[in-house]
T-cell receptor
């Protein structure tokens, strides 16, 4: 079955460390998204990509970086510049112009700073 | 501004009672409307969507929602909830016609079903 796979499910980061969250989809979707979720704050958009080799900042891009070298993959790196990275991270995808059809989400990665 | 408002951040309810989760949207958005459900430590799952046609939309797990254009609302209802319905529910809309942008999410409503 097609879907979005996020890994790992749980991730622990030490202070000053960069970590990369994986997002892979086999839905043949062009658009992919990264959201951050904190209690009571809903979903906040970090980065999104409408096509390979192109991506745009969302509302809270500072301290994060992404790449889109393949259609299937949209990894998110949480850099040491992100001062409060503990959160639940969600990856999503959709077809071109698919905002009107909704998004498909992965199962999320919970990142904790230790 | 384009926006989606979920009026209740938390809704406690007893098992087998009816529930309504409220969602209002700004009239400038395009009228495609979605409800997503998120179970603890999981991703979001599409519950139902309104694209056109009948204003009453039926979704999974016995939920339904009614699109009301005059009140710019898309409230989610279930006549009898179960413990397993405990989750967070998000209302979402695309941006306005002719504008670029991404899906706009409400801040979510946590439904807590008690025995």
């Amino acid at each position: 079955d097609g879907g979005i796979t996020q890994s790992p499910k749980y991730l622990f980061r030490k202070e000053g460390q960069n970590v990369t969250l994986s997002c892979e989809q086999n839905l043949n979707h062009d658009a992919m998204y990264w959201y951050r979720q904190d209690p009571g704050q809903g979903l906040r958009l970090i980065y999104y990509s409408q096509i390979v080799n192109d991506f745009q900042k969302g509302d809270i891009a500072e301290g994060y970086s992404v790449s889109r070298e393949k259609k299937e993959s949209f990894p998110l790196t949480v850099t040491s510049a992100q001062k409060n990275p503990t959160a639940f991270y969600l990856c999503a995808s959709t077809i071109p112009g698919g905002t009107v059809y909704g998004y498909t989400f992965g199962s999320g990665t919970r990142l904790t700073v230790v | 501004a384009q926006s989606v408002t979920q009026l209740d951040s938390q809704v406690p309810v007893f098992e087998e009672a009816p529930v309504e989760l409220r969602c209002n949207y700004s009239s400038s958005v395009s009228v495609y409307l979605f409800w997503y459900v998120q179970y603890p430590n999981q991703g979001l799952q599409l519950l139902l969507k309104y694209l056109s046609g009948s204003t009453l939309v039926k979704g999974i797990n016995g939920f339904e929602a009614e699109f009301n254009k005059s009140q710019t609302s898309f409230h989610l209802r279930k006549p009898s909830v179960h413990i397993s319905d405990t989750a967070e529910y998000f209302c979402a809309v695309p941006p306005a016609w002719g504008s670029q942008g991404n899906l706009i999410f409400g801040k979510g409503t946590k439904l807590s079903v008690k025995p």
